[in-house]
């Protein structure tokens, strides 16, 4: 049977397309100019095989073109294979006027087209080449469209060819020193830190009090440094950060640098991950938790396994989406029933902590009341626990569905965020001006009351010192509220002054106060100061240790390269003393 009898016969070009391959397998007697006329009918009006038409319709094919013409045909028969469950699904969602539309125009643009004979010397070229003629053929931003004219088309071609194509970067090619990075953003980096950043090197003289390690035990010995600053200008060639002043400083401090050199390499791959273009795919996250099934809350892995994330198959893709996921989750561990923290040996939280997160929890999983949905069976619901991020910076800007992944935590429970402190609007220049400050909104509060439809989050640029002042959210209840601060940096040399007002204010409400810190240090400098300020008027809910939801990422100071750090790496909470009555025989 003749391959135009089978097409005659009105079979699909699917199961045409099955016998083709055959005929190779079988060697069949099909001539070469049959197999090309047949390889072109069945898609005669795809631009990408328009070759195999044209071919099919002369005489005088050479013996040696018809390897060329069984190549072309045999990549046909895979294509069609490969293709064909794919387009039938995507035909069978279009109506039948759209699909009569689109039928008459490829039709008409099929028709339209000159048939041209091909050349010897054009056939071999494509011989050659045909991987990259199969990609270029068809037009890329005209695939596929019911308009006959390209202007009106969202996908008509782009006349400017001057726009700058985005960066790609293969996960093999994350690693680039910062001066000569493909990111320009790299580049200013690395002139900002040889402009800033100092020589760690022991010969050098201090320039600033250490803060990111403990004093050493003997000031005098560490300060015996007789050269001037300097600042950095070599860049480890394993790293690719600027450290050193110079090649001989680097190699006479090498073992000491060997101890961040890891770390700050996988800095520079993540910063480059980060500006790679590819897909993030560890970003889609779950939604609602279904009713019965426990969230488990024993590290990373267990809590991404219970909420349903997407396998995350790499170590930087488990880095980038937990730098994300840290602030709401180490929010919802500590509040949560099924928190990681208890009273057991070693678990971290005091008797005074149980009492009040169990406030909290009281509210935050209400037990069911078993009413319907009837009118008659309204009932008046409890306030939205409030939670006061106070000191917001980063944390503010956040996507938010990385925000709404705390009201998952808490599905029966509804959830007010409050971003407060005068950086609470950085990276969030889309939403400028602020609104204007009314007897309704004297704060001038940014108000999304439809992020989740049990989630609000208001956004406060001012101290929160001011706004305690004016009694605007009072009064504070303990089974309803709760503060935050996400690296305050309450004992830092820079900012504690900033919290002097502030930390008396928080202990008076005697509401649970969560802190993180940047390393170990960072929160006993905190935990040092609360101490040193206010003694004996706090007790300690949260003993302060490792946060089992810290970022998996590393972070870099650019003023400082050895200052390496993860966001929340520790996490500790108090609350201002409260004093329980007794009773006394008199």
Not at 325 to 345: D, F, M, N, R
Not at 352 to 375: D, I, M, Q, W
Not at 551 to 575: E, T
């Amino acid at each position: 049977m003749s391959l135009r009898g089978f097409k005659d016969k009105g079979r699909s070009d699917y199961v045409a397309s099955k016998l083709m391959v055959g005929a190779f397998e079988t060697r069949a007697s099909f001539d070469v100019k049959s197999l090309a006329r047949f390889g072109g009918i069945i898609l005669r009006r795809r631009e990408l095989w328009s070759e195999l038409f044209e071919l099919s319709h002369f005489s005088d094919i050479r013996p040696s073109e018809e390897i060329w013409v069984l190549n072309r045909v045999r990549d046909l028969a895979d294509f069609v294979l490969k293709m064909e469950p794919t387009l039938r699904k995507a035909a069978s969602s279009i109506c039948g006027q759209c699909s009569a539309t689109v039928r008459r125009q490829l039709a008409s643009g099929a028709a339209a087209r000159p048939w041209m004979r091909i050349s010897a010397h054009h056939i071999r070229r494509h011989s050659t080449t045909k991987d990259q003629r199969r990609a270029t053929a068809t037009p890329k931003n005209r695939e596929f469209s019911t308009s006959s004219v390209k202007k009106s088309e969202a996908t008509a071609p782009i006349t400017n060819k001057s726009s700058p194509s985005p960066l790609r970067l293969s996960q093999d090619n994350l690693f680039h020193p910062f001066s000569k990075s493909p990111v320009p953003e790299f580049r200013q980096r690395a002139a900002f830190m040889r402009q800033h950043a100092y020589c760690p090197h022991p010969d050098h003289q201090q320039t600033k009090l250490p803060t990111i390690a403990p004093k050493p035990d003997d000031p005098e010995a560490a300060a015996k440094g007789i050269q001037p600053p300097q600042h950095v200008n070599f860049e480890c060639p394993d790293c690719g950060l600027p450290v050193y002043c110079c090649e001989e400083h680097w190699m006479d401090d090498y073992e000491k640098h060997l101890e961040v050199c890891d770390t700050l390499r996988q800095i520079n791959e993540d910063d480059h991950d980060l500006r790679s273009g590819r897909v993030f795919e560890e970003g889609n996250l779950p939604d609602l938790q279904m009713e019965h099934a426990a969230i488990n809350m024993t590290n990373w892995d267990t809590f991404m396994y219970t909420r349903e994330f997407d396998a995350v198959n790499s170590d930087r893709q488990m880095r980038q989406i937990t730098r994300l996921l840290t602030y709401p989750v180490t929010i919802g561990s500590i509040l949560h029933e099924l928190s990681p923290y208890s009273i057991k040996a070693g678990e971290r939280m005091t008797t005074e902590g149980l009492k009040s997160f169990s406030a909290l929890r009281y509210n935050l999983h209400p037990p069911k009341s078993g009413r319907g949905t009837g009118v008659g069976e309204l009932k008046p619901e409890a306030p939205a626990v409030r939670i006061f991020i106070l000191g917001a910076r980063a944390e503010s800007s956040l996507p938010r569905p990385a925000w709404v992944q705390l009201a998952h935590m808490f599905p029966e429970a509804r959830l007010h965020l409050i971003f407060v402190g005068p950086e609470s609007m950085a990276n969030r220049d889309d939403e400028f001006p602020l609104p204007e400050r009314t007897p309704s909104n004297p704060f001038g509060a940014v108000v999304e009351d439809r992020v989740w439809y049990k989630m609000k989050i208001s956004t406060i640029v001012d101290y929160y010192h001011t706004v305690h002042q004016t009694q605007h959210f009072a009064p504070y209840d303990p089974y309803f509220d709760c503060f935050v601060l996400f690296h305050p940096g309450l004992g830092h040399p820079a900012s504690s002054h900033e919290w002097e007002e502030t930390l008396p204010l928080l202990l008076e409400t005697k509401v649970p106060i969560i802190s993180t810190g940047y390393t170990q240090f960072d929160m006993e400098r905190d935990v040092e100061w609360v101490n040193k300020k206010s003694k004996g008027e706090f007790d300690i809910l949260l003993q302060p240790g490792e946060n089992v939801f810290r970022s998996l990422r590393w972070d870099l100071n650019d003023m400082d390269p050895q200052d390496v750090s993860c966001g929340n790496w520790g996490v500790w909470a108090f609350r201002g003393k409260r004093y329980e009555t007794a009773t006394r025989d008199a």
